[in-house]
């Protein structure tokens, strides 16, 4: 790809926002046009964490941009004409590119029946506003999903005094974080009164507006507040007819490519080809990652990193997460402290690749990183 002089970035988000800094940091100086979907730009972890029980950060949210001399077409993209080079946007902007970022993100798995009203799912500011209020309200809660959101969710209703009930199919957080991690969260989130409910198959909403959960078995669990943390779907209508750009994902290569010239992607809409598998990492650090890792590509830089960042953390009722490297099976080789009662450093190795958490352990980031890259087991 010869060095272009437009870049337009669709999605001004996390991944969008971090390809066009990494632009500027790299050098281009010629016009970055961020195309946005209407929101304002916002960094989702402290929705989950902080906005839900403190009315003040609401402020704390945004992510600055004055400084990189973005050009801003708030409207959302509505079609990509590779041929022309153009994009067009739903109040009918024609803007043209020579490179391409899509960043569009992902939207909350919905898991309402057609037609069916009042389902509440929690990914921008305003769910996160809409649902504090609904918090501060409400007696009782179910929440649809035990990922993190859904745990996170969870902790806020704690916070708030609703006595909450999680609903999943699986047991909590166990495709995230492994069957040893997932058991010292449940054990510390039900001692602050969360309810935690497997249920035989899928659930589905009750009542309309929606009222409750019906679990697999036929059992309803009503509640005055029902969330849905269900998973999320990438942001790919607007890419209809793409074959690239389906509901997996947009494809892209380790350089952040899509198969279209001059088209790459980042972030929670961009998945990447695993043997049969195309796979996404929804997480934050991965969306920071991959739009610096397409600054760099369609600079035709270096672009001196994996095409995957898969670290991430999270906060269950109190307690503090972090993770890097990919989900573990087994027992754990304990770092430091104790898992049982306290804050605790683990790791595992399958082969060469290792895992490691760490649960209430303050420990920087890089060094977190380099834990996980020791040859040398402990
Ligand atoms: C509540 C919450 C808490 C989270 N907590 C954590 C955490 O603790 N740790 C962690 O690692 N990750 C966390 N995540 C995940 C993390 O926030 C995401 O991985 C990250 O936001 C992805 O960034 P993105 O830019 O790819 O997508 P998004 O943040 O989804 O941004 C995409 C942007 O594109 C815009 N858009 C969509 N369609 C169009 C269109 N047609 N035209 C123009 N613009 C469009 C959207 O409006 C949006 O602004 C959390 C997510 C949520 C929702």
Redesign the pocket.
């Known amino acids: 790809m010869s060095r272009p002089r437009s870049v337009v970035v ?7 926002l971090a390809a066009a800094r990494e632009l500027r940091r790299r050098g281009h100086t010629d016009a970055i046009t961020v ?5 304002e730009p916002c960094s ?2 402290p ?2 964490k902080q906005v839900l029980k403190d009315g003040s950060a609401d402020g704390t949210v945004s992510i600055p941009t004055a400084d990189l001399g973005l050009e801003v077409v708030r409207s ?2 509505a079609h990509l004409d590779p041929e022309r080079r153009r994009v067009t946007t739903r109040d009918g902007h024609d803007v043209p590119y020579d490179a391409l970022v899509v ?4 939207a909350a798995r919905r898991i309402a029946a057609p037609g069916q009203s009042g389902e509440l799912v ?2 921008t500011l305003d769910d996160a506003r809409t649902l504090r209020t609904r918090l501060g309200r409400a007696d009782t809660a179910v929440v649809v999903g035990a990922g ?2 859904g745990m996170e969710v969870a902790s806020a209703c704690v916070h708030h005094g609703v006595s909450v009930t999680v609903v999943d199919v699986a047991p909590p957080l166990e495709r995230v974080v492994g069957t040893f991690v997932s058991a010292v969260l449940v054990r510390r989130a039900r001692s602050v009164g969360v309810e935690l409910v497997q249920s035989e198959g899928p659930v589905s909403l009750d009542g309309d507006p929606v009222t409750g959960v019906r679990l697999g078995e036929g059992t309803v669990l009503r509640a005055d507040l029902v969330v849905t943390c269900a998973g999320d779907v990438p ?1 790919t209508d ?1 890419l209809d007819g793409h074959a690239w750009a389906g509901p997996q994902g947009v494809e892209i290569d380790h350089g952040g490519r899509t198969p279209l010239e001059g088209v790459l992607a980042a ?3 961009a998945a990447v080809r695993e043997e049969a598998w195309l796979r996404r990492r ?6 920071v990652a991959q739009g610096r890792l397409a600054a760099a590509t369609l600079l035709g830089d270096e672009p001196g990193g994996p095409v995957w960042d898969d670290y ?3 906060e269950v009722c109190g307690h503090s997460l972090k993770m890097v490297g990919p989900v573990p099976r087994g027992e754990p080789e304990v770092l430091a402290g104790d898992p049982c009662t306290g804050s605790a450093l683990l790791r595992w190795w399958d082969s060469d690749v290792a895992t490691v958490v760490a649960v209430d352990h303050r420990i920087p980031v890089p060094r977190l990183r380099a834990l996980a890259l020791e040859r040398e087991r402990a």
């Not at 195309?35 to 929101?39: F, L």
């Open positions: 669709v999605g001004a988000s996390t991944a969008g195309i946005g979907g209407g929101e989702r972890p929705l989950s959302p993209a960043a569009t993100g992902s929690l990914r993190f959101l942001v607007w972030g929670d809409v929804p997480f934050w650090s991965n969306a991430f953390w999270s």
